[in-house]
Each structure stands twice: as structure tokens, then as C-alpha cells.
């Protein structure tokens, strides 16, 4: 039987949309990679999602020997420690309040349980300091994060990532391209035809090309008087919102208008 490292890593946009994402390595190979996306949710809860995904797969999994690396102290010492002594109280604080997150703990709890009633034996949970290069973490967090901001073909666009997603200074190894999202069309991949013989992407900032076509979409918006959303708004310049906020000239003022119970935003000129 082999053994797993799974590293976990969930993310959240500010409008409320959230990713997660496990992957798998057996050994020094990443053997599977899963991802994806909820709305209206914390970064915590995202956290602990990923975690759920990553207890699932070593339920199912063949090895005895899982550990399981998050960046979230929330998520490491919540399992490791106070989990257990939430469940035996009742699922109250040491402070009498309820446990935030409940129904995750609790999935945590049971499939930790169905874990050691197959291989006798626990899943280990270790912190690793996100952001610090680790290729797993780093991983993690770029499927995590594209899943928050992108709803769709999220990870068939970075499995072939590189581990960790920095650019290349040399600009005859870096091909542009674009892949087509439809109405999401504002992902920009640089593509890196080399390396282990298989082509690896992954996500960069938009270009000076996708600037302009964001703000003539925001011209559009100002021109016609078209009604959006928050979430449409902060998607479109990639900047969260408060209920008057401005950007590159336009200002974006609440309506009375309201769709689903939430306020739409006209865009006014300078």
C-alpha cells in the first residue's frame, strides 16, 4: 500500500463565490487533482470543503498511510484537537456558543471514523505556511482559486499547471494563447511547450488586450443603460465593491432596481 500526501486549499471571491481543491500526490506523483465551486460561503467553510474531499478520497483510497497538508490553522488544529472535544460537549464551545461549521466537523468526525475502522489507523493532518512554495499548496490554491473565479471547464484549464505558477522572464519560451469561456472570456493562459514532454499551463494576469476589452464592456454597460449585478460588476474589473465604488473613470451608483432580492448597479460616467 502506498502512501498520500493530499494537500487542500480553499479560497473565496469577495462577492461570496468560493473554490476548493485536493490534490493527491502518491510519493512525489500527483496522482489526482478535484476541484470546485459554491456560492455564498466563507473562506473557512471552503477550507473545511476541501478537507471533506480530501477524507473522502483516502476512504476510498487503498493506503493506510494519508496525511493530509492545509495552510488553514483553522482547519489542522479544529481536526487534530478541538473537534473531539466539540462532539463530546454537545457541539458547543468551550464558551457555551454553537460550533461554527458543524455540519463539516461532523463529516469530518465520520469519515475519520470509517478511515481507521478500515486501515486501524488515522489520518494525520499537517499545517504548511501557504504562499511559501510548496508545490502542492501552491497547487492547490491555483485550482482553489480559478474555481472562485470561473464556473466552468475550471479544471481542465489548469491540470496541466506548472507546480508553481510563476512566469517565465524568457519571452521566446512563452506562447500566448486564449481559451474560450463564453461569457467568462476574461482567463488569459500562457502556454510552455516544453518540459517533460507534455505541454503546462497556467493562470497569468490579464493583458493589456483583456483591459481594453473589459473597459469597453464597462463603455457598453454606461452607453445602453444596462442593470447588473455586484458579483457581475466585481467579475468584470476584477476589484470587490462597496455599494458606490468608481473604476477607470465610470462610477457605479445601486439602482432601485433589485433581481433575486439583490440591488442591481447602473455604470454612470465621470
Not at 521566446?172 to 469561456?181: G, I, R, T, Y
Not at 514532454?197 to 473597459?215: A, Q
Amino acid at each position: 500500500m502506498s502512501n498520500l500526501k493530499i494537500y487542500v486549499d480553499g479560497a473565496r471571491k469577495g462577492s461570496g463565490a468560493g473554490g476548493w481543491a485536493i490534490v493527491v500526490y502518491d510519493d512525489d506523483t500527483i496522482v489526482w487533482e478535484e476541484g470546485g465551486r459554491v456560492e455564498d460561503v466563507t473562506n473557512n467553510q471552503m477550507e473545511l470543503q476541501a478537507a471533506v474531499a480530501a477524507m473522502t478520497y483516502a476512504v476510498k483510497s487503498n493506503s493506510c498511510k494519508v496525511t493530509v497538508y492545509s495552510d488553514s490553522q483553522y482547519v489542522v488544529k479544529g481536526f487534530s484537537n478541538w473537534v473531539w472535544n466539540w462532539r463530546q460537549n454537545g457541539w458547543v464551545t468551550s464558551k457555551g456558543e454553537a460550533v461554527l461549521n458543524q455540519s463539516y466537523w461532523e463529516s469530518l468526525v465520520a469519515l475519520s471514523g470509517k478511515f481507521k475502522k478500515k486501515f486501524n489507523k488515522a489520518v494525520d493532518f499537517k499545517w504548511v505556511k501557504g504562499h511559501s512554495g510548496d508545490p502542492g499548496n501552491e497547487r492547490a490554491d491555483l485550482i482553489a482559486v480559478a474555481y472562485s473565479n470561473y464556473k466552468e471547464n475550471t479544471l481542465e484549464l489548469v491540470r496541466d499547471a506548472c507546480l508553481t505558477p510563476e512566469i517565465t522572464e524568457s519571452a521566446e519560451e512563452v506562447v500566448e494563447s486564449k481559451v474560450d469561456l463564453g461569457d467568462d472570456e476574461f482567463l488569459n493562459i500562457a502556454a510552455l511547450a516544453f518540459g517533460n514532454g507534455r505541454e503546462k499551463i497556467f493562470l497569468v494576469k490579464p493583458d493589456l488586450e483583456d483591459n481594453f476589452k473589459r473597459l469597453e464592456a464597462v463603455h457598453k454597460l454606461a452607453t445602453n443603460k444596462w442593470l447588473v449585478t455586484k458579483p457581475e460588476l466585481e467579475m468584470l474589473i476584477e476589484r470587490d465593491l462597496g455599494l458606490d465604488s468608481s473604476w477607470r473613470g465610470w462610477k457605479f451608483v445601486k439602482s432601485d432596481f433589485y433581481e433575486d432580492g439583490k440591488p442591481l448597479f447602473k455604470v454612470l460616467s465621470r
